[in-house]
């Protein structure tokens, strides 16, 4: 197992995280999410893959939401939170398959690409594909390097924990396997800083 940095060690704190996460995003950005990508409405059936402290829970509504994350220490925080209207696990990415049986309309995949190999996106995304219902998708969004991009946004992007952050198209072929239709946009407006996200939408027909 790979030993983890000094800032994997004090991300993994769920104080810090959200301090950072508060004092960085902006309020909006996980409006955006929430409304126009994931289009939450009452309902619907949720897996949120690397879920963190379950930030982007609040604003998806009456939902059965099931969140997985590796760190023990963001679960129990959403737990605590969130505990009575959700379902949470602790598990790694390539543990998706035997958490849930369930079909899910919306798959999250928040902030989580870049944090792992082309081999093990390939791997999770088959997992999720298999977990879909037939009109459903997956999203994702995560830093990205893009051309002539502001030199805040490059160093965001290039100082991020995750050691795999690439650009829109790395990423959307990533998808072409099991995803027949892949919608990108690029966000530079989701940080109180300058940044640059990609967020995908994903149909497997």
Request: hydrophobic fraction near 40%; charge should be positive.
């Amino acid at each position: 197992m790979r030993e983890k940095s000094i800032k994997e060690v004090v991300m993994g704190i769920p104080m810090v995280y959200q301090l950072l996460q508060n004092g960085i995003r902006k309020p909006t950005s996980d409006l955006f999410l929430a409304r126009d990508v994931i289009q939450a409405c009452d309902g619907l059936t949720i897996l949120d893959v690397g879920c963190g402290v379950g930030r982007i829970r609040r604003l998806l509504g009456d939902v059965h939401y099931v969140g997985i994350d590796h760190n023990p220490s963001y679960i129990k925080k959403a737990r605590k939170t969130h505990g009575s209207s959700s379902e949470f696990h602790v598990a790694d990415v390539s543990e998706v398959p035997s958490i849930t049986a369930r079909k899910f309309d919306r798959i999250l995949l928040l902030a989580v690409l870049h944090h792992l190999s082309d081999n093990q996106v390939t791997q999770l995304l088959g997992h999720c594909r298999t977990l879909l219902r037939p009109a459903g998708f997956v999203v994702s969004a995560d830093p990205t390097f893009i051309p002539k991009q502001n030199p805040i946004a490059y160093a965001i992007s290039r100082l991020d924990r995750g050691q795999f952050v690439r650009t829109p198209e790395a990423y959307s072929q990533l998808f072409e396997s099991d995803f027949k239709s892949c919608k990108l946009q690029i966000r530079n407006d989701l940080l109180w800083l300058p940044s640059s996200t990609v967020v995908i939408s994903a149909t497997p027909t």
